[in-house]
């Protein structure tokens, strides 16, 4: 499973991709207000950061001009990837972007019907919203499920790329699952490496070293 971050937030950034575990970073408008910066500087900053996907998301709502922003935004670096909303532009847009070789995040999408759309459009991810699906009384992970079963049925290569992800139970589910990627914001990232008992190891195993007397030569 990849893992992306979903933030603009650099420091972040960084200090996730410093790991060697971050695979890309999705963004959105509401991630790139939160940063204060201007986002076609924000973005290349990001992309200079990770290998892999770094969504940039289109504002237009019409095909025609959500296509020349996707012009601007794909020049930035090799590793965007335009994010388009799940409608009848952003798919058409979706369609003819992938069919240049652009990468393409279908987001917002909120029924496997919606996901079938994004797959036969040639998306190369699609978004569905796990966290806002469950905060409307639905069932976010029964979604991914679907999505999965769908898409294997099919042998679509669109990857699962689970987002609005709000906690570690949200992504060991979705793996369970095996969908393809979970993108998160850094703390749900950060969360996944922590458990008391390795911390309570440590601190047994240190108390018992420090008795000994010894160290380990570092040079
Ligand atoms: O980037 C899209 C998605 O991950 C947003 O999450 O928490 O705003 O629902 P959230």
Redesign the pocket.
Known sequence: MKFFV?TADIADIKELADTGLLDGV???P??IAKSGRDFIDVTREICGLVDGPVSAEVVALDHDTMMKEAETLRKIADNVCIKVPLTIDGLKTCKKLTSEGTMVNV?LCFSANQALLAAKAGATFV?P?V??HDDNGFDGMELIADIFQIYSNYGFDTEILV????NPVHVLQSALIGADVA?M?PSVIKGLFKHVLTEKGIEGFLADWEKTGQSIPTS
């Not at 987002?163 to 709000?166: K, V």
Request: cysteine-free; overall charge positive; proline content about 6%.
């Open positions: 979903d999705t963004t959105n509401s991630l987001t978004s919203f966290g806002r987002a609005s992800i709000r993108t914001p």
